[in-house]
């Protein structure tokens, strides 16, 4: 992701954790909008990140393809799922497999090297996080 506003933002890299969803609330807050509380429920203002001003971004994310997977700093849990592991057309790792699996992304972006078994813990606490927000049926207070 790159944000370009010559005289306002720095060059510059940030590892904060920010998503496409974050800019309803991030650009709502730039204009002085106060959203109502059904707009982007799950979008939450970034606009310091975004500016450059923070190192700060979201604690959690919940990310959406095939199912519902949950990322934290360097760690993704992904839930059982039934689907499949491979699109075998075109040779794609969808992610699929009836077992848990836990990834660091900041030591493996390739998601090769499922960890939940050496951090029961991480996928335990990443599981209950991700149950929140499933019942809460929104990220934004």
Sequence with gaps: FIASWPGRIRPRRSDALVSQVDFLASFAALTGT???????PD?????RTL???SDTGRDHLV???R???LRQGAWKLIPPSDGPRINQAVNIELGGDPAPQLYNLAE???EQHDLIEKHPDIAA????L???QRNAGHSRR
């Design 130 to 132: 991700l149950d929140e």
């Design 43 to 47: 979008s939450l203002d970034q606009l």
């Design 67 to 69: 199912g519902l997977t």
């Design 51 to 53: 500016l450059g001003e």
């Design 63 to 65: 990310e959406h393809a």
């Design 34 to 40: 106060k959203l109502n509380h059904a707009a982007g």
């Design 108 to 110: 493996d972006p390739g």
């Design 125 to 128: 606490r990443l599981a209950r």
